[in-house]
């Protein structure tokens, strides 16, 4: 069975890293890739108006999953529709630290499911008067209870106890509210065991203790920032994957962005983008093939070349080709 | 000339620092205060059914400034009416580490300017149909620039060089582009240097580098959010004073809850109450006598009794009777 993969590079490194990470995908010989590039971000903007083409658009919607890289200026104009291209109700980003690598906490492995759908995502502002704007935070049962299924049932599967639900509810009364409650009956449901964090506090905990926690389930914005704050906690954006995951679709990206600074230079770290690609191996139902790419990335960080993020001077190649070495 | 405060200890371990930053105020020989206590929280819901009786607001009103411990269960219902009701515009919440304390960032010293009444926080929120609920984020260009040129202020007065505006405008296009926007109006119109940041990236750089950051001027839920992942930095909420600043009125509190699990043990660290307690004499223009206190709490963090939160096994009065003795 061949699988159809739109493959969308973007802007900066994201022209470097994906084809890494499609790489990694060719040299996996129990599986059957066709690609299908597309265009989106700053460059192609600045040709035709648009950030996302109508056209990267179709080869999304009608691959079986996507590899996107990252964007520059366009970036939410590319990723938040791309995300709902795929139906994506659930993104997941694992934050985990490496042996041999630099980090704050050395001893992090958490996941966050952050709900992909609502919250601040909404769009719908407007400025009411004068200098006077409004947005419209959503949060519904139905979506707060998908995400909390998704993230109990992602839990059970991979073998994590410590579920924890994040909120802000003592001020979101309603919104958050809605949200807690939600996903407290799924866990209670399931019989699962959990514990629920205010966001503010959450954040403190996560800097001072990580190890103290496995998966945690968020509402959007809550889900964007304690995932970026978890990266800071195992050394960058270069090393984390993320999958945003529909009923019949996905898409992967890295969590970090288009690096205009590096980019052109030859130096992005793959590891990031790769790993991305490990969940797309999963989600197809390879897990031993999403394991050993894992594994061989695994194996780089810690005594192969490395990127200068990571205080390195090997090149993206050099490290893609190491990593597809020891496949 | 006599300052009249109005202190409210609230619950849990408010009942044990906030008679600590009254005793420490009483023994500035500079300054003359009058103290009038005021009840809120969850033991004053239980007995009259209201965590902010009509009688604790008027004393917040008509004092010079207040002193707030910490509340329980009903923490939103008493501090953010009573932020209200100082008319404060601003949240000033300094996270800085101290010599000889274990910190997962010894580095750092970071300003949070929060704006205090908008964003997330207007309380605004329905439930359109079942289990659809809303909550309207309210961002004003009036709000936006008062925020802005407090922090700017700030940092000029107090020697800061670095100031960031914190926002989520790639998303929050309307609401958080009129902050982005006014806030960097600000900025230009003063001739300060400034950077923009995204919340979450924000939020990694600060794990990583919080050396690089000095005053960081943020929407509510992301000075709220942030500020508590800066305390997770400097090694916990036990040293975190803040600022509530008003046209006319100003109230204190630590960024600290009420810690029901050592409630009663006479274990506190009276070390935020007392910073927060300096912040209040910087307010009322006793600039001399707050960095006094801020040295004695710092020099009995470096040499003197601590508390077990920070490795010690010292109680709440010895270590208030430290730092008085080095006033
Ligand atoms: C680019 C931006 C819209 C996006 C988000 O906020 O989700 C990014 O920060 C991310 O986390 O993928
Ligand atoms: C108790 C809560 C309403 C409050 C807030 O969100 O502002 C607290 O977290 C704080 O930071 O002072």
Redesign the interface.
Known sequence: MTHEIAVIPGDGIGQAVTPAAVEVLQAIDTADFEFVRGSAGDAVKAETGEALPQETRSIAADADATLFGAAGET??DVI?PLRDVVGSFANVRPARSYPGLDA??PDTDIVFIRENTEG??SGI???IS?????????????ASREIAEFGFGYAKQNGYDDVTIAH?A??????D??FLEAASAVGDERGAAYDTAL???L??????RPEEYDVIICPN?AG??????A???VG??GLLPSANIGEENALFEPVH?SAPDIAGEGVANPSAMILSAAMLLDHLGYDEEGDRVRAAVESVLASGPKTPDLGGDAGTDAVTAAIVDEL
Do not use: C, F, I, P
Request: charged share 20%.
């Open positions: 970036a939410a938040l704050v906490q601040v995502y502002e407007s400025e004068e200098g006077v704007t409004t947005l419209t935070r959503v949060v519904t049962e139905a802000k003592n001020v979101m009364r309603e919104t509210g809605v966001m503010d506090a954040a403190m905990h996560l800097v001072m914005l964007d920032v304690l995932s970026d704050l990266a800071g906690l960058g954006l962005g």
